[in-house]
């Protein structure tokens, strides 16, 4: 089944479903035959940008090459699924007008529902004051204005979000509309 390349960018607070989504879209888009890669932030910050902290110009920093390597996947026929926090709205719009082919999906739950989903106590040892510039706690995070898709994982289940996200890719012309039988 022929598609066209492009980057699905997941932002969101940590906890509030940004790779449970992008796995599950992942499985529906391999069945459907799509050539696709995925960049989820934290195997990103071991490998892509190793040493990198978490001032503003080092997370700027982050979400410049995470877009980069996009941009090159995407002109090259790719579906790229990028699941990263990406804070600070400014340089998500930099990376969108740099890819062109870019589709922002805001996965939002508030704040409480974040921190109980929190497996590995990132936001516990955060409000200890062992981790310093944690989103969303000491750190902002700006929510994206106009996203293609916003995805309520506290109001929504699993399935409602990727049909959500895979209807908005059909609409915008990324994938043919699938045939059900």
């Known amino acids: ?19 449970t989504i992008t796995q599950a879209l992942e ?4 069945q459907r035959q799509c050539k696709l890669e995925v960049l989820d932030g934290d195997i990103v910050r071991t490998n892509l940008t190793k040493g990198l902290g ?7 920093e982050n979400i410049r090459r995470i877009g980069f390597v996009s941009h090159l996947l ?14 600070y709205r400014a340089i998500r719009d930099e990376v969108r007008q740099r890819i062109g082919d870019f589709m922002e999906v805001y996965v939002s739950a ?3 529902v974040c921190e109980n989903r929190d ?10 004051g062992e981790i310093k510039q944690f989103t969303g ?20 289940t699993l399935e409602e979000s990727v049909n959500k996200v895979l209807a908005k890719l059909e609409e915008m012309g990324y994938l043919p509309t699938a045939v059900t039988a």
């Open 1 to 19: 089944m022929e598609h066209r390349g492009v980057t699905i960018w997941f932002t969101g607070l940590s906890g509030a479903g940004k790779s």
């Open 54 to 60: 978490f001032s503003k110009e080092d997370r700027d």
């Open 27 to 30: 499985t529906k888009l391999r």
């Open 119 to 128: 497996v590995k106590g990132l936001y516990k040892r955060a409000r200890a």
């Open 137 to 156: 706690i000491d750190d902002p995070y700006e929510p994206p204005l106009n996203p293609e898709v916003n995805c309520e994982t506290h109001n929504e």
């Open 74 to 87: 995407t002109r090259n026929g790719v579906i790229v699924l990028v699941s990263a926090i990406s804070p």
């Open 110 to 112: 508030p704040l409480e």
